[in-house]
């Protein structure tokens, strides 16, 4: 056994679940690994296992897990934590993720987009923990800027010049029409991170995992993020009702609120282009190199809002599109790179 699963099994004994059944399941693009936990009593858990050594840090899951409960949202309740080793026993909120709901019942996708929607307005109703970091122009054009780097070079060669005049045009873009982060965001709010629990009432029907990276933001970001899914088709009309469905409910301007989702969408969807290529040529997960058409799509159709015409006439002049001889390459160099 490694020194890692020691660690844990130390851990699991402190907080009484020594006996416990341990079995893996699913991780994500992250450093953390995640096993079930079944009790001799039947009682099932969650335990991370995020290394610090690897740059995990527990203590923001802690405090947003925390706030998120205390709004009655259905974050997992914190059964034991060791947060300086990097371990945490969470209560298990099942296997029902709103992506394989929607396989196995998809009369049911309206619903699920609906109450996904009403835990953003619920959320947003309230002063989020102004230790956040916020999420501004600056670090948002940083963020868009992943798309030239582990993108668009992959084809061109370097952007540099390319990548500082796109992040001068963007971040004065959204200093003007993003200018204020009121919400606490959590960046990764999509189909896969989404829980169904239909026997709780309200927004505490979705089940909350992955809001670790937690910041202030404009409160259309996580909605682009539920709507705009990398990973799965949102059907037009869905995407369309839920953004009606949260105007109505948060009273924001129409013209205003589209713009702001077309901008974040944009943004959005130009670091994920970045992201998932760094995931296959960094991290040696080719996989992700698979959604690139479809974020790519979005990013077109974000593009088409009049807000962003110039920018639009320069990411296209600059970025290729998602080829099968540049989704080919982006595979056949999965792994092989240190830095770029």
């Known amino acids: 056994m490694t020194e890692r699963y020691n660690l844990s099994t130390d851990f699991l004994a402190a907080a009484g679940w020594s006996d416990a059944v341990r079995a893996p399941l699913a991780g994500d693009a992250s450093n953390r690994r995640y096993e079930r936990l079944q009790a001799t009593d039947g009682s099932p858990a969650v335990l991370m296992d995020a290394p610090p050594e690897k740059g995990e840090d527990v203590r923001p899951f ?14 997992p309740h914190i059964l034991a934590a060791d947060t300086e080793c990097g371990f945490l026993l969470l209560e298990d909120l099942g296997d029902d993720l709103f992506a394989r709901v929607v396989l196995s019942a998809p009369a049911l996708e309206t619903e699920l987009y609906t109450a996904a929607t009403d835990v953003l307005l619920a959320l ?40 500082d005049a796109f992040h001068t045009a963007f971040q004065a873009l959204l200093d003007a029409h993003i200018p204020d982060q009121t919400v606490l965001i ?10 169904w ?15 670790q990276d937690a910041m202030l933001g404009h409160p259309a970001y996580d909605l682009v993020s539920l709507l705009q899914d990398a990973r799965r088709d949102v059907p037009p009309a869905i995407e369309q009702k839920m953004l009606a469905h949260y105007i109505n409910g948060s009273e924001h301007d129409e013209t205003e609120f589209h713009a702001a989702y077309a901008l974040l969408g944009a943004q959005r969807n130009l670091r994920i282009l970045g992201v998932f290529a760094r995931l296959s040529l960094l991290a040696g997960k080719p996989h992700y190199v698979d959604f690139i058409p479809r974020v790519w799509g979005y990013l077109i159709r974000d593009l088409e809002h009049p807000l962003l015409s110039d920018i639009r006439t320069q990411l296209l002049a600059d970025l290729p599109a998602p080829s099968e001889a540049l989704l080919t390459e982006l595979k056949a160099k999965c792994g092989t790179l240190q830095t770029l």
């Open 197 to 211: 629990l239909p026997t709780r009432i309200g927004p505490a029907r979705v089940g909350l995992l992955d809001f």
């Open 186 to 195: 959590q960046r990764d709010y999509h189909a896969e991170n989404l829980l």
């Open 62 to 75: 802690v405090a947003i897990a925390e706030y998120l409960t205390s709004l009655g949202l259905s974050a």
């Open 124 to 163: 947003h109703s309230h002063t989020p923990p102004q230790s956040l970091a916020p999420y501004d122009a600056p670090v948002m054009a940083d963020m868009a800027a992943l798309a030239y780097r582990w993108y668009g070079a992959q084809e061109t060669g370097s952007m540099a010049a390319q990548s």
